[in-house]
């Protein structure tokens, strides 16, 4: 049976990624945004607690099981800032453009570039599911000042991998969902989900 799940995000990269990595699973996929739910506050300091008020709100709003994602670049230089208001850094929500800029200046004269990004996914069955599915994963690299690449999105031309030799937006989809946070957090929580199923 192909199970209904909300998207609870209007981040069209995001929307992108989550359809990659979902298509292998039985989930029919529905964006919040095709169900007219807009977004939500995200008040809270740490992305757990954004991404679960993300996902009971689209749940709420659909009467469907919902996952949501809050997530951020940590620099280290900076005591992790932007983190959890990685997508307002520079004042406008999603002002993608601004947000770089903004990081790059205020690493200026920092030796240190280390950084990381997070992802907290949260899915609930319905908007009062006592048991949440809760996973974070994180994915370290260096903030570089040139810009490089034009896939991905967000600071994905500036989020440097040492080890492949590129910046994210340098990778090809697939590959940045074979190792990124949130590839790697929503393998967990589809093995959550599987143990979950097993039982049932
Ligand atoms: O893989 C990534 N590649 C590049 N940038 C990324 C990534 N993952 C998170 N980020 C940045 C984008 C945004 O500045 C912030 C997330 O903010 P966050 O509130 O979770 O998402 P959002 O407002 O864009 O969409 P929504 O809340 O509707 O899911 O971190
Ligand atoms: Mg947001």
């Known amino acids: 049976m ?5 998207l609870a995000s209007n981040n069209a990269g995001k929307v992108r990624e989550f359809q990659e990595l979902l298509a292998p699973f039985h989930f029919q996929v529905i964006p919040q ?3 007219g739910i807009p977004a939500v506050e995200e008040p809270h300091h740490t992305f757990i607690e954004n991404a679960l ?3 009971r709100h689209a749940s709420a709003m659909s009467g469907l099981p919902a996952l949501a994602d809050d997530s951020g670049i940590c620099a280290h230089a900076l005591d992790g800032a932007p983190g959890v208001y990685s997508a307002r850094y520079a004042g406008l929500d999603g002002d993608n453009a601004a947000n770089n ?3 790059i200046a205020a690493l200026q004269g920092k030796a240190n570039r280390g950084a990381h990004y997070v992802c907290a996914l949260v899915m609930v069955n319905s908007t009062n ?3 949440p599915l809760i996973v974070q994963a994180r994915w370290y690299g260096q903030i570089v000042d040139e810009p490089q690449g034009d896939r991905g999105f967000g600071y994905d031309p500036h989020f440097f991998i040492p080890e492949l ?3 994210v937006a340098q990778l090809e989809p697939a590959e940045k969902n074979q190792i990124s946070h949130r590839g790697q957090a929503l393998r967990e929580l589809i093995t959550q989900l599987q143990v979950r199923a097993q039982y049932a």
């Open 33 to 35: 945004g095709e169900l």
């Open 165 to 167: 030799g590129k910046t």
């Open 129 to 131: 599911d006592p048991e």
């Open 2 to 6: 192909v199970q209904k799940l909300v």
């Open 53 to 55: 008020a993300k996902a």
């Open 101 to 103: 800029q903004k990081l």
